[in-house]
């Protein structure tokens, strides 16, 4: 099935996608990463700041950072239950990273945390995903920090 593309006039960025497969999911039981880069993407990211602990009295700041990506629908995206098997595509899971721009290093377990570390603040790990291809402006939603 071709689906047809999305051109927003805000849909101008490109991610670099890192999904993991678990080990428990391969048949060597190691955990596997694979790259994938997508464009014609929406990224929005916002500072965040807050006080630490439930305490009033607490004087602790966190601040970090919150994103939103909207990736639109592809014929390369497959649930994870399908990607896990071959790695064909992509595929987006809560644990996998989103880097805006192309990553051009190569990805290994071993290297994985180092590249996402070293391109914060343009990087976050998935945290929820959801699938809105249903709708009136088909795409992959995806929040994290």
Request: glycine share 8%; aromatic share 12%.
């Amino acid at each position: 099935m071709t689906f047809p593309t999305v051109k927003l006039p805000t849909w101008t960025h490109t991610v670099t996608v890192l999904n993991k497969r678990a080990g428990r999911d391969s048949a060597d039981y190691l955990d596997s990463w694979k790259k994938t880069v997508l464009r014609d993407c929406f990224w929005a990211g916002k500072q965040t700041r807050g006080q630490a602990g439930r305490m009033a009295s607490s004087t602790e700041i966190n601040e970090g950072a919150s994103f939103l990506l909207r990736v639109p629908r592809s014929e390369s995206y497959r649930p994870y239950q399908e990607w896990k098997g071959d790695m064909e595509g992509f595929t987006f899971s809560t644990g996998d990273y989103i880097i805006l721009g192309e990553v051009a290093e190569e990805i290994t377990p071993e290297t994985v945390q180092a590249v996402v570390e070293s391109l914060r603040p343009d990087a976050f790990e998935v945290q929820l995903f959801k699938d809105n291809t249903d709708g009136p402006l088909p795409h992959y939603r995806l929040e994290g920090v």
